[in-house]
């Protein structure tokens, strides 16, 4: 099966105009495969920046824009939070959900996240949804219970059929920042067991999912990872920063 593949940047709280337009440049020289596409997901002030700078310089469609956040309502009354309308203002069609930050940091339960994946899916946004277990879940062996505590409700809430529209990124919490890379057999290991739980459900679905590994991904590990069969690209924080080391890895997905 020939899915799509992504390599998504997350930017989380960093970077500025300056790194808008280096990375817009630099993303105009990059050489992507077939069926490759590049999310990159600046802070809410910088998306419209990014848009802009995109087709100043007619950047490939193959380079889309990403938020980190939106907020499941459609508008009102919620200081300091962002709907899909606004987002689609500005040129944004991707959307992380359920980054283990948002989850650990702003107590975002997996039935809010599943509110967020329905907004997105209703606004014609794609999710790109983040899993993951911490370190003391995987020592005491619950990877598994809890990437399908945390798949359940998104699937009961928008329904299998919707996850044609969805991205999953499997992204174990200790590998996330912390230069600790889940190793390519243990991340593919995982990965398959999430095809497989969606398969359970609707195999035709699960085919198609692309899913991303995220957690410490870098310039040097970044092959060895794509080349698993299971893992459909990435999700990078930190070297996502480094426009040349970014390139890297979205010419080897
Ligand atoms: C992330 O925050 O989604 C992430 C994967 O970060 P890093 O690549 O820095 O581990």
């Not at 009354?77 to 992380?96: D, K, N, P, R």
């Not at 990437?147 to 329904?159: C, K, M, T």
């Not at 991904?217 to 970044?222: R, T």
Request: aromatic share 6%.
């Amino acid at each position: 099966m020939n899915r799509r593949a992504i390599v998504a940047a997350n930017w989380k709280m960093n970077g500025g105009l300056a790194l808008v337009s280096t990375m817009v440049s630099e993303l105009n020289k990059v050489t992507l495969n077939d069926n490759v596409a590049v999310v990159v997901c600046p802070s809410f002030p910088y998306l419209a920046a990014f848009s802009q700078a995109s087709s100043a310089l007619n950047l490939s469609t193959s380079i889309q824009l990403g938020a980190q956040n939106l907020n499941e309502n459609a508008q009102g009354a919620f200081t300091g939070e962002v709907s899909t309308a606004m987002l689609q203002e500005v040129g944004v069609s991707y959307v992380i959900v359920g980054h283990s930050e948002r989850r650990s940091i702003y107590n975002e339960s997996s039935e809010l996240v599943a509110e967020k994946v329905a907004a997105a899916l209703n606004a014609g946004l794609t999710p790109i949804l983040c899993i993951g277990e911490s370190e003391s879940e995987r020592a005491n062996e619950q990877t598994e219970q809890v990437l399908a505590a945390q798949l359940q409700p998104v699937i009961e809430r928008v329904g299998i059929e919707k996850f044609t529209d969805v991205v999953i990124a499997y992204e174990p919490v200790w590998a996330i920042g912390t230069g600790k890379t889940a190793s390519p057999e243990m991340a593919q290991e995982t990965h398959q067991f999430i095809r497989e739980y969606i398969a359970k459900i609707d195999e035709s679905i699960a085919v198609k999912v692309p899913l991303l590994y995220g957690g410490s991904v870098n310039a040097k590990n970044c092959e060895q990872l794509f080349a698993q069969a299971d893992i459909d690209g990435g999700l990078i924080g930190g070297a996502s920063l480094k426009a040349e080391e970014f390139n890297v890895i979205c010419s080897a997905a």
